[in-house]
């Protein structure tokens, strides 16, 4: 009897654990609210899809965790040592730069990475908060924007892709989140030492989350110039710690000015001043060589902190998480304002390159959204893998500005596209990449050179491809992916109603949205309820034929009287 409940059991977990295709035809339905997987006129986009998928299986590349310490054992294991996250050197490795092209009159290229920023929430793009960024909106429209443009769905693969003009399963970044050890591979050229190579003088200030076991794998030995931020995938804006242990490096040591490690100073301030300092200095000690500066900002991730001053200018239309959030792209705002003010008042700005994008979709969880796309940061629907992007430059004719280019182009991309510009097209990679080279294409509205995304790819039971406007995700379970949310608090759309309200002014497209939302997913746990009890009430009508079963069964002789003692047991 045990086995047989046992049997059932597993067989209710099989028959809920089924695998899942959902595809989508993205031209005609970008929120990816239509399953159109069994609808026969797209089996050769599938067949297509599904052929591409064993194709990029065969360059899916394991996790490099080869480091003598992985990066949770360096956080614990070098407290002891100094005070924080560094790095041990176990690795042999050294960056040999040759100077492949030379041109006085190369562009500096700024490259602002906004970590975990949501496709509402820019004010060009937001229904909701569109007061937040003035400055960005300005530099926006007075620039190109990039409407669909696309990441991988969470910070590790995004950076590396950025880094590598490589999609994130060569790199050995599929499943990785903000916790795994997965570090990108020593083989890996990266866009800093492709730009040392271009004769550029490279800065990053801000994130880097792309290993720290060695110092090997850090900014300064990756081709970075200068470094200062942290290594990990994010900090206390207050206390600048990760995982209880400090992790604010200047350079490859840690922060040891009181000034910045101070508790009441929040780190954008620190990173804001930095960063203008790096340009001071560039301007001052090198004004004959071209600059590259990656910011990899860590406004808009969480934790949920900000100085007072800006949550009270979001309190009147939001309260607690929603208030914070609201203020940290305020100061989102203002860090891409001082960064311009800099390059202008230190004479850069008239031969600068900006590009400013999102690294992957809203955090959801903790406030930040992507509607009207489906999905969050994770998530493989474009509401995890769709973003902001624009550039903005006095290079650009300004007849060619003001504009929105409409290509679909990816985060692999920027990697051909700025060594372009940096080298006068003269760059040629030495590694296969995924990426294309889109200036041309941005600037003069021309198609994308991109008709396919490999978002990602897993094993045969788990990959999500684009190809052609047809996107497919396989699982090898059916999911239910929450929409998108305005700062994420519940599914009720009444709550909605209260936090889309900004002066008493209701956007009723998104209560609309969350209303259709909330009823298919009402009736989404309605049904997996019923399936529930119908299985329940199966077991049950099993178990009571066995046991009618058992009880008229001829029994031996020896039990004689003792039958129906026996059949009570039963």
Not at 105 to 119: E, K, N
């Amino acid at each position: 009897m045990q086995k047989i409940i046992w049997s059932l059991y597993y067989f209710a977990i099989a028959a809920m654990q089924t695998r899942a295709s959902y595809v989508f035809n993205l031209t005609a339905d970008p929120t990816e609210s239509i399953d159109i997987s069994k609808d026969p006129a797209y089996t050769t986009s599938i067949t297509q899809i599904t052929e591409l998928s064993e194709l990029w299986l065969d360059r899916l590349v394991k996790p490099d965790t080869s480091g003598t310490d992985t990066n949770s054992t360096i956080i614990n294991a070098s407290y002891d040592e100094c005070g924080g996250i560094c790095p041990y050197i176990n690795d042999t490795y050294s960056v040999t730069v040759e100077q492949i092209y030379s041109y006085s009159d190369a562009p500096h290229i700024v490259f602002v990475f906004v970590d975990d920023w949501g496709y509402n929430d820019v004010g060009y793009h937001s229904t909701y908060m569109p007061f937040v960024s003035p400055n960005i909106d300005v530099l926006a429209n007075d620039g190109i924007i990039i409407e669909n443009y696309f990441t991988h769905e969470s910070c590790t693969p995004s950076r590396g892709a950025l880094m590598t003009g490589r999609y994130a399963l060569r790199l050995g970044f599929e499943d990785c989140d903000e916790n795994d050890d997965a570090e990108l591979p020593l083989s890996e050229t990266t866009m800093a030492q492709s730009m040392q190579s271009a004769g550029y003088r490279t800065y990053l200030v801000g994130k880097w989350h792309l290993g720290y076991s060695s110092y090997a794998r850090t900014p300064l030995y990756r081709g970075f110039d200068k470094f200062y931020g942290y290594y990990s995938g994010y900090i206390d804006y207050y206390n600048k710690t990760y995982g209880g242990f400090l992790d604010l490096q200047d350079g490859d040591t840690l922060e040891t000015d009181a000034t910045y490690l101070d508790s009441d100073y929040h780190s954008a301030y620190v990173f804001n001043e930095k960063v203008q300092k790096m340009i001071a200095d560039h301007a001052e000690n090198h004004p004959s060589t071209p600059m590259f500066l990656y910011y990899a900002l860590q406004l808009v991730h969480f934790p949920r902190e900000a100085p007072d001053n800006y949550v009270e200018r979001c309190s009147t239309s939001y309260s607690d998480d929603a208030a914070i959030y609201c203020a940290q792209n305020l100061m989102l705002d203002e860090a891409i304002a001082n960064l311009t003010c800099a390059l202008k008042s230190h004479g850069l700005y008239n031969n600068t390159i900006l590009v400013v994008a999102g690294d992957n979709g809203g955090e959801g969880i903790v406030n930040g959204t992507s509607y009207p796309f489906r999905g969050n940061k994770y998530d493989k629907y474009n509401g995890g893998v769709r973003s902001n992007a624009f550039v903005h430059s006095p290079l650009i004719d300004a007849t060619l500005c003001g504009k929105t280019y409409e290509g679909k182009m990816h985060v692999t991309d920027w990697l051909p596209t700025l060594m372009g510009l940096a080298t006068d097209n003269a760059w040629t990679n030495t590694t296969e990449i995924d990426g294309y080279d889109q200036w041309s294409a941005i600037v003069y509205a021309e198609a994308s050179p991109r008709n396919e995304i490999i978002h990602y790819v897993y094993d045969t039971e788990h990959y999500t491809i684009e190809l052609d406007g047809i996107k497919m995700i396989e699982e090898s379970y059916k999911s239910v992916v929450e929409p998108s949310e305005i700062f994420a608090t519940d599914l009720y759309p009444e709550n909605a109603r209260t936090l889309c309200s900004i002066n008493n002014v209701v956007d009723e497209s998104i209560i609309e949205f969350y209303e259709t939302e909330y009823n298919i997913l009402v009736d989404t746990y309605i049904n997996l309820v019923f399936i529930l009890t119908s299985l329940l009430a199966v077991m049950i009508m099993i178990l009571y034929a066995m046991h009618l079963v058992c009880k008229h069964q001829a029994l031996p002789k020896k039990y004689g009287s003792d039958y129906q003692a026996i059949d009570d047991d039963i």
